[in-house]
């Protein structure tokens, strides 16, 4: 049977969360519905809202239900941008980093072009790691021209992990609100939303063993945000469109599970990440590990491997039955080299040899095993096989 | 064998394909991502550049039921292409680009990644017939369907390619047939349009592209005697053998049109004249490659057949490799013939070799043509 190692990508469905999810569906009324019909899928609604709302540590009503990361991500970024902007019309700068996912960055560069949006971006050591003294300089000299912060709290590539607590104290100094994608951080690391300072944070089901197409954005009570779409009002009139019960249900159950075992499987990921990084070290003496000694996430193993191509090695190791990913993947299927990595001071020739081996709640050491004795002759064709330039 | 299917998302890669994986091989599919921003170079349904094309191959694959992987050969495209292509333009030439991309990128760079991989070939679909004669050499033959045939685009392949390369459509019949075993496969591409510009050229439109990438610079349009007859905006916007766009006031002084005969990039001149000077008697290159076995003796002219674009006609000729270069003499004046152009030489059906043309040797001395038009 093939190995999985691409958790980040998406990780399986829980069974229980199958379970809900797939009895939910069975349901029929429309969660606005007045009648007893519509009353049934509304409570089922507002039970997971409930639920959802107390693993990641908020109100029920900071919950709004989308269809996902980057919906959420976009609902934050222009809907704070627009309503900062129309309160005051000199906060057109938006901070961010080079390092972040293309669903923060491609709406922060979309209103660059298009909304006469200004783009500061916090820069990054080698390790990925965010430089916040340039944050709080910045922030000192260009406070009133700030209209957001968006920072992500997990980088999905990398796995490094964020100081929030102290970028948003950094920020709350100067009444700036901050976003923070925290899609790979969600049911991984402990989150508190309540007291992270955050303004608004996104997360999503399926990286939690819930189903694809079911997300939100966690937004404070007292944050103001311009919707995007229009039309019944629903979810705090941030999100217009019929809810989708079952899938909060299903997310609802995922996260629920995901918190509950976060410490256990904490330790149980670590030991099976640091036998993976260790034997990779072996195997490969020259492969770098991205994210050296920063803070980062033990389910994320990142590694660049030099004078190797990630196509190479993807190819080889899929055909080996163990399948991992580069990155994030584009919409052509092709490897690009990773913009996080360039961020971060690669070069391109060395973000051609990336590979991302990600695990999760199913994973085991057999599949570590998998991984690490398929990896010393697919190294060595990869290394033979060369990279795409000359 | 394990064998990789070079798939472009149209229908011959994909019966290609089709028909490796019934041989009884173990296939992959993969698709050559060539282009640097995957979606700004949309073609269309045509090309080899785009996402559709990619999306195309991907589900040609899943149809035969084989891993499918997009690989980047973006940057050594652009090096070895895209860039070339460019520079012999510069430099008064007109190049073959397809022809570049089997020498350096399908048959090299892919080729040797594949075989780096564990691979043992690269099947592409390509019109043309791998044979083997009595003493078990590989040969390279024209394809069956005559009309369709490319082995002219693969002359540049040498033996040590022939031996990892496969060509299962080459003993078909005609393009339609193909067609229709790919409707019959259940393959979506049956219909998709055939691929006729170069796949980096988005309008198609190459004098424009050039002009783009080389900018503008007046020169002059001079006749083989030396007169100036007009200005030109650039030497690189020019083919050997183009009649049209060279905007001379003054005919010519026997009232037929001029062609252009000759790009100097050195002077940015364009040299014309009338088309019975365009023809060529000799044609000759360093840069020639045998396809398969090389010929005995190359010491003494030997009768052959010469090609000199992939939809011409073969014509009798006779070669003969002389202080390096492959001297090539046609029995008649050949028309069309400009330097850049890649000469594939054919004993009978087989493909021999090949060369880039670097220079070539009118068939009208200069006196004649004044003589003829006074």
Known sequence: ?????????????????????????????????????????RNQLEEARESLAKSVGANRSEIIFTSGGTESDN?????????????????????????????????????????????????????????LDWLETFLKQESNRVA?????????????????????????????????????????????????GLAAMSISAHKIGGPVGSGALVVGRSIKLTSLVHGGGQERGMRSGTMDAAGAAAFAVAADEAISELQAESERIENLSRRLIAGVGEIAPDALFSRADAPGLAATAHFTFPGCSADSMIFLLDAAG????????????????????????????????????????????????????????????????????? | MKVLAAMSGGVDSAVAAARAVEAGHEVVGVHLALSRMPGTLRTGSRGCCTIEDSMDAQRAASVLGIPYYVWDFSERFKEEVVDEFIAEYEAGRTPNPCMRCNERIKFAALLEKALALGFDAVCTGHYATLQTDEAGNLELHRSNALAKDQSYVLGVLTEEQLKHSMFPLGASASKDLIRAEAEARGLSVANKPDSYDICFIPEGDTQDWIADKLGNQTGQIVDRAGNVLGSHEGSHGFTVGQRKGLSIGRPAADGRPRYVLEIRPKTNTVVVGPQAALAISEMAGTRYTWCGQAPKNTDGWAEILVQVRAHGDAIPAEFVIR???????????????????????YLGTRVLGQTTIDRTVSAVPVETEFTVSA
Not at chain 1, 15 to 21: D, K
Request: glycine share 8%; hydrophobic share 45%; net charge negative.
């Open chain 1, 1 to 41: 049977m093939p190995t999985y190692l691409d958790h980040a990508a998406t990780t399986p469905i829980r069974p229980e969360v199958l379970r809900v999810y797939t009895e939910a569906l069975k349901a029929v009324g429309n969660p606005s519905a007045v009648h007893r019909f519509g009353q049934d899928v």
């Open chain 2, 323 to 345: 202080d390096g270069e492959m001297v090539i003499r046609v029995k008649e004046p050949l028309l069309g013939v400009a330097p850049g152009q890649t000469a594939v030489l």
């Open chain 1, 148 to 196: 957001l912060i968006s920072l992500m709290w997990v980088n999905n590539e990398t796995g490094v992990i964020a100081d929030i607590p102290r970028i948003t104290a950094l920020a709350a100094e100067f009444g700036i609100p901050v976003h923070s994608d925290a899609v790979a951080a969600f049911g991984h690391v402990p989150i508190d939303f309540a007291s992270s």
């Open chain 1, 75 to 131: 609902l934050a970024i222009k809907g704070l941008f627009w309503q900062r902007r129309q309160e005051n019309g000199e906060r057109a700068v938006i901070i961010t980093s080079a390092t972040e996912h293309h669903g923060v960055l491609d709406p922060i560069y979309w209103l660059e072009d298009h909304q006469g949006a200004e783009v500061a971006l916090v820069p990054v050591d080698q390790r990925g790691v965010f430089d």
């Open chain 1, 322 to 390: 163990v399948s991992v990913s580069a990155g994030s993947a584009c919409t052509a299927g092709v490897n690009r080299p990773s913009h996080v990595l360039l961020a971060m001071g690669r070069t391109e020739a060395e973000a051609t040899g990336a590979l991302r081996v990600t695990l999760g709640y199913t994973s085991t050491e057999a599949d570590v095993d998998a991984f690490l004795s398929a990896l010393p002759s697919v190294y060595a064709a990869a290394k033979k096989a060369g990279l795409p330039s000359k």
